[in-house]
Structure formats: structure tokens, C-alpha cells
């Protein structure tokens, strides 16, 4: 399965593991999160605090054009006259935006021309994250961009790509090499002022990934960013733009982790895709982050991320499915507005909050255009003092004739500590949709403990067994390796949630 | 085998067993009749090591092991299988996966090594027309959606699949009709040998009329009143329990 090995690099070690069954739950017994390790890199990095000047800072480092940067700045004195939004179950400590870095990248020569010249010690930090950068031992059809904190550190395959007239590149590269197509998109589907940390993104974003597929293009190969945050006191803001042209299609996969350290870190993302016409965009996330300290909540990532995309063209598509496994909070809703006829939003999600982890996240499907539809399957997994929260809103709109929606939302909870939540809102202004939600809740069960225990299925494989049967809709939307991986995952973070 | 030594058991303080002794050779069935409440299950669940049990006096040993020291999942992996009296359902497990699970837990137990997916579903076809069970269950989720009858089918082929070397079968037959009734007990007597053995626990002495049980033992209230060949489960079935009583 080499595929899995490049895109889902970050599971790299449960893969060899797999070899040898047994030694999954052993080798996560004896490490609490793997990818905790840092890299010792040159780093430039402007000092903690947030103003006009280091907006400018950036957008100069970056060389950008002039409209980019007073986007930015708009974008930024909005931003200071919104309010933190509160209204989500998440129990946190202010966040201090004064005392994050809001720029951090690896010193390297100015231009790259090759892999050759990305720094070593660069290079090392993805091959033990399991992504190897290096083409030729890239076997399989996965093309990946790999943002190493602040900036975009190479991306693979890309000549084969342009064969096709994909782009693929990083978003700084895109801003300089494909102006016109950025400047057409970027806020279009998240503008400055959707929320909070929209607004903060969309002032201080450092890089992050750009995909372009040409009209009636099938993309030949998955494509892959790989997001890892390793500098301290550093936020990590990129912004990704996915734009799919009339009959084309793409999947694309994010993967993302971070080294262990004490002091919460923000990773405050935007994530915009654009359908036209009967193009289908699916869009997959693996998320790792560092959960933080398991017995103290000490540390780990906070994530507040805006996901949507636009059904722009009738019969289009655009599919999320995630996973989420990572970070001490998780706020994330990529959502869906159906503005094509007939076009169709998907979002399959398992959530899992063991520990001091808590998830508020869902999905917001809007329907605009006529025989719309939209599927929300939503798992979420609550096991030690893990808060989990279902949040999602589906919204029918006037003139969405025969708009259809079916929400499923279960949770299950693991132990006597932990909680789930679930807000649906329903908000229908046409009398012709139809709408389904079905909800559900349950305890892993004694009864189901014991009746493995009695077939000599120890607790521990008993747990994952049970959990991956109620995940399993949703992997069975991930492409195919990729579901090993995320069960392999699961399995690891529900380390010891069972005594 | 399986011997049992004054066992005094209760549940929330409730004693349930009042001092069991039985013995169980290799190749013996013997079964253990009794009304609701008499203490059959939660004898079954002693043996198996259902946490919310607890043991007061007694000992239990198995082929000289202290089986009360053993954990659920090590008990199971010596050789110890309940077919339950209510199963109950994974929701998205596959039943073939669950089972192949347990079979590779137990040949990982026994050193050998782990059957890979095509063998195993060559093995399990097999085992899944002994039981009168249609293939397409194999893919289905365990127990989900089960009628009582499959279920207890599906108890017996995972039976027929891990091959135990006892066996308590906790009210098998009760809610089957005759025909489903007639196809477990055959499964149960094709399986027996001369190191197997069987503990059925039952109401009735319809399912012993199949099977041919070498003892039954009759329990009320928490103790074995009286034990015999199936002519005494005739008697019982002509008599009632009460006779037994004091």
C-alpha cells in the first residue's frame, strides 16, 4: 500500500506495525504521541505580537503584490472589532494574540530549484513523520506539499501534474505565479469577516496550499498537504484554496501533527473550495495534532479552522470527510453551500476526545439551489474526561425546491468522565424539502466488553473493534488505505481510555 | 476437568449460590436443570468471570488451574465458551471479522499463527452450513438484527469455529422452534468427543432429549438438590420441581 505511506505518512509506524498485529497496542503503550519530537532548524522568526507592521513584515517576506497586502489589512482591522466568539461548549483560557508568533520558517537559500537544496535536516522531520519528499521513492500516486510552520517547504510531482494542467504549489507561489485566479477566489466562498478567526487567518496567513484543475480534468493522482507546526510560542495559519473547473474531479487529503509542548498553540486555518459545473471536490482530513499532556491537559493544540466550500455550478459536488483525533480543542465546521442545482454537499466526521480534549464540530449545510441535497453523518467518541459536541446547522432556503437533507448524528462515550453534546439546527424556508435526523447515544456497553473477553478478545482490541464498527461509515467514505490508517489511529488514541 | 468446590456466590450482597460442588470430566455433558432464579446463569457467569459476580467461598479449578484468579479473556483463551442466552450486537463489526478475531486470539494464544482472511472463509463456509446459516450473515454485523433463533445459531458457529474444550450452552433452546431447535443440538452432537465437554443449562428437557446428557443435576435455590441420568429430567418433566423441595 504505498499510496497510504505518502499520504497518510503520519501514521507511517502502525503501518509497519501492522506486521505484527499485537504490537499496535504494545508500541502505543509504551508512547503517548509519537510525532511529539521537534527539529532543530535555523529558524527566522519575527518576535510575538500582532500589528499593522507585522502584517506588513509578512506580506513583504512574501514579496506580494499591493492589493494582497491591503487585503490582508482590511482583513485585520475588521478582525479587531470582532468579539472571540463564545457561543461553543469549549472551556478554554484566553488567548493571548499578543504573545504568538505570527511568522516562523527554516532558513534556506532564497529559490529552491531541488529537493536537493531543501535543507537536511528538513527533509528528516518528514521521512520520520513518514513522508518521504524525495520523488523517486514516492512510488505511489500521491503528489504532496509539505508546510513545515510558517511556509510551504517543497511540493512533489509537480511537473507530472502540469502534464495534466494541474497546479499544485504552495499558496505563496500561486499568489506570484497565478495572480489572477487567486485574486478571483480567495474570500470568495470565506470572507474576511465570516468569523473571528477567518478575519485573524485571513490578516497574518503565511502560506498553506493552491490546487487548480482545468476543465474536464481528472485529477491522475491524490493530492496531499502535510501541515506540521514546529517552532514554540508560533501560530500556524495557512489558507488553502481548491478550485475544481466545469466536469473535473480531485481528491485531496490533509494530514497534520505537532511536537509536545507545554504551552497551547494556535492553528487558526481557512479552507475555501470552489465547484463549478459538474466537477466533484473531495476533500479528506486526517488531524493529529498534539491532544496535549494526557494526565495533566497541560499544552497541545488549540484548532480553530473554517471549512467551506461552493457548490458554484449545477450537478457539482464537494465531499469532507474527516477525522479527528488531535488537538486539546477542535472548532471546526466545513460546510456547504449548495448553490447548483442539483448539486450535493457531503460531510462524514468521527471526533474523538479522550482525555482533556474537547471537539465542538459539525457541519453547515446551505441549500440554495434546486434538488439539492446533503448527507451529515456525524460520529463522535467521548472517552475520559473528553468533551465531544455535535454542532450543525442545515438551512433550506427559498427557492431550494425538493431539497433533501438526511443527518445522522451518534455519539458514544467510553467511561464515566466524559460528555456528548449535540445541537442540531434546523432552519427550513421551502415547504417541498425533506428532511431526516436520527440521533443516538450509547455506552460501550459490559455486555459487549465481556461477550469479546469470552471469545478471548482482550479489552483493549475489544474497545477498537467496537469503535471502529461505530466509525465505520465514515472510513468507509475515506479513501481506501487512508481507512486503514485511521483505524490504526483510533486505535492508539484510545490508548488506555478503558482501565 | 472443571472442578467445583462449594461455591458460594452473590450479587449485590444477594446470595444467589449456596455451596456447588459438580465435577466435569473430558467427554462428559452434563446438564443443569432448574426454575428461573435458581442460580444457573449466575453459575454460568462464575465460571466465565462476569465482573458484577462475587465469588464468597469455594474454589473452582480447571485442568488444575485456579480459574477464579483468571481473567475473562484468559479463561476463554484456555478453553472456556459461552454460548450466551442473549447475545448481544456490535453494530458496523462484521460478524466473519469478530470471528476471525477470536480465532486468531486464540491460535496467537497457542503459538501457532494467525489464519489469514481466505483460509479462514474457506473454514467458516463450512462451519456456517452445520449450523443451517446462510452466508450472507458471515458479512453482516454481529448479531445486529438477528432473529433470537439466528442468534443462537450464530452462538453455535462461533462455537463450531473456536472449538473449545468446554462448552456451556446458557438456555440455548430456549425461544427455538423444533426445526432450529433439531439442527443445534445435532451441531452440539457432532461436535462432542472424548476431550470435549458440554455444561447446558435449561428449563426444559426438550433440548436433552436431543442431546444425551451422561448427568443431570437439579438446582434450586443455589444448591444441587438431587443428580441423576435423563431419567431424571423425565421425572422433572412429569413432576415439576416441586417434589424436590423441602
Redesign the interface.
Known amino acids: 500500500m504505498p499510496n497510504a505511506l505518502a499520504v497518510a505518512g503520519l501514521l507511517f509506524q502502525y503501518r509497519a506495525n501492522m506486521k505484527n498485529?499485537?504490537s499496535i497496542i504494545d508500541s502505543a503503550i509504551s508512547q503517548e504521541y509519537e510525532y511529539g519530537f521537534t527539529t532543530d532548524i535555523d529558524q527566522e522568526k519575527i518576535p510575538p505580537g500582532l500589528n499593522e507592521d507585522v502584517i506588513k513584515i509578512i506580506s513583504s517576506k512574501k514579496q506580494e503584490p499591493e492589493w494582497l497586502l491591503d487585503w490582508r489589512l482590511k482583513a485585520y482591522k475588521q478582525w479587531l472589532k470582532m468579539d472571540e466568539p463564545d457561543w461553543s461548549k469549549l472551556n478554554y483560557d484566553d488567548i493571548d494574540f499578543q504573545a504568538i508568533s505570527y511568522y516562523a520558517a527554516p532558513k534556506q537559500k532564497e529559490k529552491l530549484k531541488s529537493l536537493d537544496e531543501v535543507d537536511p535536516e528538513l527533509l528528516e522531520t518528514y521521512n520520520k513523520l513518514g513522508i518521504p519528499l524525495e520523488e523517486q521513492k514516492l512510488l505511489s500516486n500521491v503528489a504532496v506539499d509539505a508546510v513545515f510552520d510558517s511556509v510551504s517547504v517543497t511540493t512533489t510531482f509537480k511537473e507530472e501534474l502540469e502534464k495534466h494542467g494541474v497546479i499544485f504549489c504552495s499558496f505563496s507561489e500561486a499568489v506570484q505565479k497565478h495572480p489572477d485566479i487567486i485574486k478571483k477566489y480567495l474570500g470568495s466562498v470565506v470572507p474576511t469577516t465570516d468569523n473571528y478567526f477567518a478575519a485573524l487567518n485571513s490578516a497574518v496567513f503565511s502560506d498553506g496550499s493552491f490546487v487548480y484543475i482545468p476543465k474536464n480534468v481528472r485529477c491522475p493522482m491524490e493530492l496531499s498537504t502535510y501541515f506540521r507546526i514546529n517552532a514554540a510560542k508560533t501560530g500556524q495559519f495557512e489558507r488553502t484554496l481548491i478550485v475544481a473547473e466545469e466536469g473535473s474531479h480531485v481528491s485531496y487529503l490533509e494530514g497534520c501533527t505537532a511536537p509536545m509542548r507545554d504551552e497551547n498553540q494556535l492553528h487558526a486555518a481557512v479552507v475555501e473550495l470552489v465547484a463549478h459545473k459538474n466537477a466533484e471536490i473531495k476533500y479528506s482530513t486526517v488531524q493529529n495534532w498534539y491532544p496535549g499532556n494526557p494526565k495533566t491537559g497541560k499544552g497541545g493544540i488549540y484548532n480553530f479552522v473554517t471549512k467551506r466550500g461552493t457548490c458554484l455550478g449545477d450537478n457539482s459536488k464537494i465531499s469532507w470527510t474527516q477525522v479527528e483525533t488531535g488537538s486539546a480543542l477542535t472548532w471546526k465546521y466545513p460546510s456547504c453551500i449548495l448553490k447548483g442545482n442539483n448539486s450535493i454537499g457531503e460531510f462524514y466526521s468521527v471526533a474523538l476526545s479522550n482525555n482533556f480534549q474537547q471537539a465542538d464540530t459539525g457541519t453547515k449545510m446551505i441549500h440554495l439551489g434546486k434538488n439539492t441535497k446533503s448527507t451529515i453523518i456525524s460520529k463522535g467518541i467521548s472517552a475520559g474526561k473528553g468533551q465531544n459536541t455535535y454542532r450543525g446547522g442545515v438551512k433550506i432556503m427559498k427557492n431550494a425546491d425538493n431539497a433533501r437533507n438526511f443527518s445522522q448524528c451518534d455519539s458514544i462515550l467510553i467511561g464515566e468522565n466524559c460528555g456528548a453534546h449535540t445541537f442540531p439546527y434546523i432552519d427550513v424556508r421551502n415547504p417541498s424539502a425533506q428532511m431526516e435526523h436520527e440521533a443516538s447515544t450509547s455506552k460501550i456497553?459490559?455486555?459487549?466488553l465481556?461477550?469479546?473477553?469470552?471469545?478471548?478478545?482482550?479489552?483493549e482490541?475489544a474497545v477498537s473493534?467496537?469503535v471502529?464498527?461505530?466509525?465505520?461509515?465514515v472510513f468507509n467514505e475515506l479513501p481506501m488505505e487512508f481507512a486503514v490508517e485511521a483505524q490504526k489511529l483510533m486505535e492508539v488514541s484510545l490508548e488506555g481510555a478503558v482501565g | 476437568m472443571l472442578i467445583i468446590k462449594n461455591i458460594h456466590a452473590s450479587v449485590d450482597g444477594k446470595e444467589i449460590l449456596k455451596g456447588i460442588n459438580l465435577s466435569i470430566k473430558p467427554g462428559e455433558l452434563h446438564a443443569i436443570m432448574g426454575r428461573n432464579g435458581s442460580g444457573k446463569s449466575t453459575l454460568a457467569n462464575i465460571i466465565?468471570?462476569?465482573?458484577?459476580f462475587l465469588v464468597t467461598k469455594g474454589s473452582i479449578t480447571y485442568n488444575g488451574n485456579n480459574l477464579l484468579e483468571m481473567?475473562?479473556?484468559d479463561r476463554?483463551?484456555a478453553g472456556i465458551?459461552?454460548s450466551?442466552q442473549y447475545?448481544?450486537s456490535?453494530?458496523?463489526?462484521n460478524n466473519a471479522y469478530?470471528l476471525r478475531?477470536?480465532l486468531?486470539?486464540?491460535l496467537?494464544?497457542q503459538g501457532k499463527s494467525?489464519i489469514n482472511a481466505s483460509d479462514f472463509m474457506r473454514l467458516i463456509r463450512e462451519k456456517v452450513k452445520l449450523v443451517n446459516l446462510d452466508e450472507s450473515y458471515l458479512s453482516r454485523?454481529v448479531n445486529d438484527g438477528f432473529s433470537g433463533g439466528e442468534k443462537k445459531r450464530n452462538e453455535i458457529l462461533?462455537m463450531l469455529t473456536?472449538e473449545p474444550e468446554l462448552s456451556i450452552l446458557d438456555e440455548t433452546d430456549s425461544g427455538l422452534d423444533i426445526d432450529a431447535l433439531k439442527t443445534i443440538a445435532e451441531g452440539v452432537n457432532n461436535f462432542r468427543t472424548e476431550t470435549r465437554s458440554f455444561l447446558a443449562i435449561t428449563h426444559y428437557q426438550r433440548l436433552l432429549e436431543y442431546m444425551h446428557p451422561d448427568y443431570i443435576h437439579v438446582l434450586i435455590d443455589g444448591k444441587i438438590v438431587k443428580s441423576g441420568d435423563i431419567s431424571l429430567a423425565n421425572q422433572l418433566e412429569e413432576k415439576g420441581y416441586s417434589w424436590l423441595e423441602k
Open positions: 498485529n499485537q456497553g459490559e455486555d459487549q465481556f461477550y469479546c473477553n469470552q471469545r478471548g478478545i482482550s479489552t482490541d473493534l467496537i471502529n464498527g461505530f466509525c465505520k461509515d | 466465565t468471570g462476569r465482573d458484577n481473567s475473562i479473556e476463554a483463551l465458551f459461552m450466551f447475545p448481544v456490535i453494530p458496523g463489526v469478530f478475531a477470536a486468531n486470539a486464540k496467537k494464544h494467525e454485523a462461533q473456536l
